[in-house]
């Protein structure tokens, strides 16, 4: 590679000769205390909270904290070690901004957009504040679409809708992790950008997860924020926060569905504590600030689904170009509603007109929150905080961990409050009582092992809820097409999984599933494109599944 | 001359500081003894404290307790200072926040300024101004806050050139040092962005 010094020494020419020679400005403070990443600063008699300010000596950024009569609280974004006492301290008038836009993707970045990864500087144009108040009321439409995770579990009993917020609970290695990272990476098919935001845990273990990722293909669209636990607590609390305006310019700019993972929150409230304490805010409950509460909601709330904005255009228009100013008749219809009762009353009165979606409108803000529970206690301080503010949650159980369900997810506690409207037709007809099927298949179960002697009705019952739940366990990020769910669920709902003995369910479900790809794909991708059970496709699943039980081979047979 | 090192004593200090200032101001513009009260106070610590440590620690310190401090501080001062001032002194030692006597001078002058309409302005520059310099900038100040200035002049050479003026938090910076800083991080910032975007644009594969 040869460097072309002219073309350099041209931009460096350039900028000398355009530098401004204006009067530098600036509110001052002085450095009086520094410890824990945390600075006390006297003066800046005008800082506002939230703002961003500059330690001149190291060029180090820092943000205005806690304001007190005399002095100023700052969180230091940076090397804390660098700053010592009487360091001048000035006020930018800025808020925080993290740098957004395609140049994030793919990247490993810290809490402030610096990237981790050694693949060179970013060349971001467009930044967003790190703080930014939730879409209202009005911005806003139901949860009308799904979030496919690609997990049988999720997908089929709490399923995720796009703009929804899911808690996964669960006591420590019991698999909260996969779940998300599984959920990203069946993304691929789906085009949502995906934000994964470490914090507070060990760079190996995070090393591990943008690996896999990596190897999955799954970096394309996704972008890693890591504050790990060597991080100071200031950069470990903000950088849920980082990570959701990184996601929210697909959302608010791009119209794009997105997906927020925090992994995970319960050490993001340990960081705002830390940094309470040290500004000497007065602890509450378990030693948490009062306001740990609206440090989650207020994160969480910035999840979304948008209101698509809909206007009425000549019928030839091209849809890219579509704005809020198209509409022939000046009107612009905000979400389902205005849109349904456009196309009742006024869209009559304009002939060869359609109504058309305005571009870059309707995009979703999905977060997957991760609470890690002590000894399965669900109703410490910050987990039910978390479960009050999410619209449901999935809990995972260490017991069911250990017993080898994997995901071991607790089907009796674990909820989604939205999702079931945005869950597929498809998926919805078959799984519709696999719930409370497998419910009752648990105290089957806990009555059979008091080893009383069973009727065939209820001997048969236990059979299918023990084959069920073998359906349900799922590889580590192995994550599944709907239409494949869809398949393997109403296989095993309809007993054809009866006679299969209980540890070849999962090697039937690959061979299985193998078979509806290679000789079957006409009903496979009819279930993908109608995403309903319709009588004909049922028919046509009903006749696959016959002639495959003839072909499978079980492990070890000739 | 009080050090702008004072500024940045302990908070809560001065807080408390700043009511005992409060306090001696009030009781000296009773007594019509503002002027002798300020400089006895920057008497003592420029003259006594800071000059004489062991001094300075006899009288302000710990060391002593609170009945031999009255003693020395009596036989000291009750002749020699302004009666408010020997009083104001007797009542910090029984309330033992002599300690606090630096940040009650700030106090006290920031009080006074105040107080007066007056505004201290500190004048930073690489070499001596001249006083046509220094006339046109308190005129300048006058002009913008409708307050008497007070000027406060420091010398560093390490500005290179140039002006700097401190207005309480505020700072105009007009030095050369500064501009060749903005300057550095500028090119640094905007090369580097024009480097990374245009990569093709600067090295060929050759």
């Known amino acids: 590679m040869r460097f072309k010094a002219d073309e350099i020494v041209s931009v460096l020419q350039s900028e000398i000769q355009h530098y401004e020679k204006k009067l530098d400005v600036r509110e001052v403070g002085r450095v009086l205390e520094v410890g824990d990443g945390i600075a006390r600063v006297y003066g800046l008699a005008n800082a506002m909270n939230g703002e961003m300010v500059e330690f001149s000596r190291t060029g180090t950024r820092g943000l205005v904290f806690n304001l007190e009569e005399n002095s100023v609280g700052i969180i230091i974004l940076g090397n804390h070690l660098e700053i010592v006492e009487g360091d001048e301290v000035r006020s930018l008038g800025a808020l925080l901004e993290v740098p957004v836009g395609d140049a994030m993707i793919g990247r490993v970045v810290n809490t402030i957009g610096q990237p981790l990864d050694g693949k060179g500087p970013i060349t971001a144009t467009t930044t967003r504040p790190v703080e930014f108040t939730a879409p209202g009321v009005a911005a806003r439409q139901p949860v009308n679409q799904p979030l496919q995770t690609g997990i049988k579990a999720i997908d089929s009993m709490t399923p995720i809708g796009r703009g929804q917020r899911e808690l996964i609970i669960g006591d420590r290695k019991t698999g909260k992790t996969v779940i998300a990272i599984d959920t990203i990476i069946n993304q691929k098919t789906e085009n949502v950008i995906c934000v994964y935001v470490a914090i507070g845990q060990k760079e190996s273990q995070v090393a591990n997860v943008v690996e896999t990722l990596r190897a999955n293909g799954a970096m394309d669209y996704t972008i890693v924020v890591i504050s790990s636990a060597a991080e100071a607590a200031p950069l470990q609390y903000l950088a849920p926060y980082a990570g959701c305006a990184m996601a929210e310019y697909y959302m608010y700019e791009q119209g794009r569905d997105t997906l927020c993972v925090y992994d995970d929150l319960s050490k993001q409230a340990a960081a705002y504590r830390q940094l309470s304490l040290l500004v000497r805010r007065p602890p509450g409950r378990e030693a948490y600030p009062g306001d740990i509460f609206f440090c989650h909601s207020r994160l969480l709330e910035r999840s979304a689904k948008l209101a698509e904005r809909w206007v009425i255009v000549p019928s030839d228009t091209d849809a890219a170009n579509v704005n809020d100013k198209s509409g022939v008749n000046g009107k612009v219809y905000v979400g389902p509603f205005d849109k349904a009762n456009a196309e009742k009353n006024d869209l009559k009165n304009h002939p060869g007109h359609k109504i058309a979606k305005v571009a870059k409108t309707g995009g979703s803000l999905t977060a997957l929150p991760i609470i890690e529970t002590l000894e399965g206690e669900v109703s410490a301080y910050i987990p039910t905080n978390v479960i009050s503010i999410t619209d449901g949650q999935i809990y995972l159980q260490p017991d069911l961990f250990y017993a080898g369900v994997r995901p071991a997810i607790d089907v009796g506690i674990s909820v989604s409050r939205v999702g079931g409207k945005a869950q597929t037709a498809a998926m919805k007809s078959i799984a519709g009582s696999l719930r409370l099927d497998l419910a009752a298949f648990r105290e089957l179960e806990a009555f059979a092992q008091l080893g009383t002697d069973l009727d065939k009705a209820t001997q048969g019952q236990l059979d299918r809820g023990y084959r069920m739940v073998e359906v349900l366990k799922q590889g580590q990020f192995k994550p599944l097409h709907f239409a494949d769910q869809v398949m393997i669920i109403y296989a095993g709902t309809k007993g054809y999984l009866d006679k299969i003995p209980r540890n070849q369910v999962l090697e039937w479900e690959r061979q299985f599933v193998l078979f509806m790809r290679e000789q079957k794909p006409e009903v496979r991708n009819a279930l993908v494109t109608e995403r309903k059970l319709s009588k004909e496709t049922e028919a046509a699943l009903r006749s696959a599944i016959e002639a495959f039980q003839p072909q499978y081979k079980a492990p070890g047979a000739k | ?206």
């Not at chain 2, 004048?123 to 001596?128: K, Q």
């Not at chain 2, 006083?131 to 000027?151: C, G, N, S, Y």
């Not at chain 2, 050139?161 to 505020?170: A, H, P, S």
């Open chain 2, 1 to 206: 001359m009080i050090e702008p090192k004072e500024q940045f004593a302990d908070v809560s200090a001065q807080r408390l500081a700043g009511i005992y200032a409060a306090a001696l101001l009030n009781a000296a513009e009773a007594n019509h003894s503002v002027a002798r009260v300020l400089e006895e106070i920057d008497s003592l610590i420029d003259d006594v404290a800071d000059k004489n440590r062991q001094l300075g620690a006899l009288i302000l310190g710990g060391a002593v307790g609170r009945k031999g401090r009255k003693a020395a501080i009596t036989k000291a001062f009750s002749s020699r200072a302004s009666e408010t001032f020997f009083k104001f002194l007797l009542v910090l030692n029984d309330h033992e926040r002599l300690d606090l006597l630096r940040p009650i001078r700030r106090a006290l002058h920031d009080l006074h300024d105040e107080r007066a309409r007056r505004l201290r302005v500190h004048m930073f520059s690489a070499v001596p101004l001249d006083d046509d310099v220094k006339t046109r900038i308190l005129k300048a100040v006058h002009d913008i806050f409708q307050l008497e200035p007070v000027l406060v002049s420091h010398v560093d050479p390490a500005l290179l050139g140039g002006l700097m003026i401190r207005i309480k938090d505020r700072v105009f910076d007009g030095t050369v040092r500064t501009r060749i800083d903005n300057l550095r991080n500028q090119l640094i910032a905007r090369s580097s962005h024009e480097i990374q975007s245009g990569r093709d644009r600067f090295s060929s594969a050759e």
